[in-house]
C-alpha cells in the first residue's frame, strides 16, 4: 500500500512502527499531561505562525480537540507522540513537522535508502551491521518497509518516523537484488548509549557524542571543490550554508576553467541568504528569483550579482530526489533563467520556508521538543510554487541498480563528458568521498 496524504497515523500504525504497550492499557498519567502540553504548544505554534492563516481550510481547533482526545485514550507516550505528529500531517507541508523530545540513546541502522525515478534502491550499508550480515547490499531494490511499498511520497514519511518520531530496533524489509531475486530480511539497528551532559538524565538531554555529531556533520555540509584542468571544476554543496568571502572564493576559482558543474544531489536546503550568494556567482547581472509569501506580506527573493567573482562559462546542475528546498530553488532559477542545464533526477518538491520553535516541559528530567512551522511559501518567477512539484531536470541521467553496487557515479561522469573531460563513472564516485574537504 502507498502513502497519501493525510495517512502518517496510519502508516505508523499500520506498518508497526508505534511501540504500543498491550491493547486497552491507558497512558500513564504524567505522560499524558507531558503530550497535552506538547499539543498545546505545537498547535499554538502552527495557528500563530503558519503561513496559510486560514490553514488550508481546516478547522484546526477541532482537530485539536479531537488529538487530546486521541491521546487521553492512547495506550504509551509513543502513541501520543505520533497522534501530535498526525495532527500537524494534515496540512500535507513539506516543512511543517513535529519534533518530538530527542533519546539520549541513536538509533543506527546501519543502512541508507533513496529513490532513483521510479524505484528506490538501498544505496549504502555498514560494514558489520546486521543489515550486511543478513545479506543486504547497495544496489538491492528496496519495496517495503513494515509492508509498506517505499515510493517518491512515503520514502521522506517513513525517514521522518524511523529517525525522528518513532526510531526502531528492528525494521522487516523486502529486497529484490540486481539479479531479481526477492529476499524478506529482519534487520535489527544497533543502539549508541551515551552518558549525558549534565542533570540526573531523562530522554531530553543531549549527550557529548550527539555534540560531537553535530560538530562533524557542520563540517562535512561545507562545500568542497575539485578542479579538472582548464576545463572543469566540480563544486559539490551538501548544504547551504556559507556566504560571503566562503562563496566569493570558489567562484573566483571557477572562473579559470570553462565549464562549471554544480552538484546539489542529496542537498537538502540551509540559509536563504546562502542560496542567494551561490546564484549570485552563477549569474553576471541582479535577478529576482520568486517570492516569498507569508501570511500578511510578499517578499521578493532577490540575488545582487556579484560581477567581479561571478562565473561567466558553461555551467550544469546536478540533481535526484533528494534535493530540496534551496537547492530546488538553485536549480529552478538557473533554469528559468537559461542560464545552465538541469541533470539528473526529479527534486522532492519539498520547497518551502520555515522556522523552528523549541520549546520544554517537564523538571527533572527536562524534555525539550520543538515544531517547525512554514512561515512562507517559495513562488518562482514563473509564478508557480515548487512544492510537492519539484524541478523536472533539462535531460533526466539515472544511475542503475548495478552502479549503486557497484559504487559507480555515471551521472557526474556523464556531466563531465557534456564538458569535454573524459571521467569514468569509478573515479566520479571517488571524488567526493564521505568526510572529505578542500580546507
Known sequence: MGVGPGKLWSLLAMAGLLVSSARGQQIQRLD??????MLENVSSDVRKYYYDAKLHGLDWDALVRETKLNIAKAPDAAVADAEIAALVERLNDSHTIFIPPRNVNTVDYGWQFKVVGNHCFVTEVSPKSDADNKGMRPGDELLTINGFI??????????????????RTR???????????LLQLTVDASIKKHSTVAGLG????????????????????????????????????????????????????????????????????????????????????DLKVG???????????????????A????????????????????????????RGTILGDHTSGQTMESQLFAHSTGVNPVYT????????????????SLEHIGVEPDRIFLPTAADIAAGRDPVLAFAATLAGVTLSPEDAAKLFPSGSSNE
Open 150 to 167: 517505499v515510493d517518491r511520497v512515503s520514502a521522506p514519511k517513513l525517514k521522518y518516523a524511523m529517525s525522528v518520531l518513532l526510531p
Open 171 to 181: 525494521l522487516q524489509v523486502e529486497l529484490r537484488d540486481p539479479a531479481g531475486k
Open 32 to 37: 499524558r499531561e507531558r503530550a497535552e502540553t
Open 202 to 285: 531523562g530522554s531530553s538531554w543531549y549527550s557529548n557524542q550527539q555534540i560531537i555529531d553535530r560538530e562533524e556533520a557542520w563540517l562535512k555540509a561545507r562545500a568542497q571543490y575539485k578542479e579538472l584542468g582548464t576545463e572543469l571544476m566540480i563544486i559539490r554543496i551538501p548544504e547551504f550554508l556559507q556566504t560571503g568571502s566562503d562563496v566569493d572564493n570558489l567562484f573566483k576559482k571557477a572562473q579559470a576553467h570553462k565549464t562549471l558543474i554544480v552538484d546539489l544531489r542529496g542537498t537538502p536546503g540551509g540559509r536563504v541568504d546562502s542560496v542567494q550568494s551561490y546564484l549570485g556567482g552563477v549569474f553576471s547581472h
Open 291 to 309: 517570492d516569498f509569501v507569508q501570511r500578511s506580506k510578499t517578499s521578493p527573493i532577490a540575488v545582487k550579482s556579484n560581477r567581479k567573482d
Open 369 to 384: 521538543y520543538g515544531d517547525s512551522v512554514t512561515v512562507a511559501d517559495a513562488v518562482m518567477s514563473d509564478g508557480k
Open 311 to 338: 562565473f561567466n562559462g558553461d555551467l550544469i546542475v546536478l540533481v535526484d530526489s533528494e534535493t530540496a528546498s534551496g537547492g530546488e530553488l538553485f536549480a529552478r532559477a538557473v533554469q528559468l533563467e537559461e
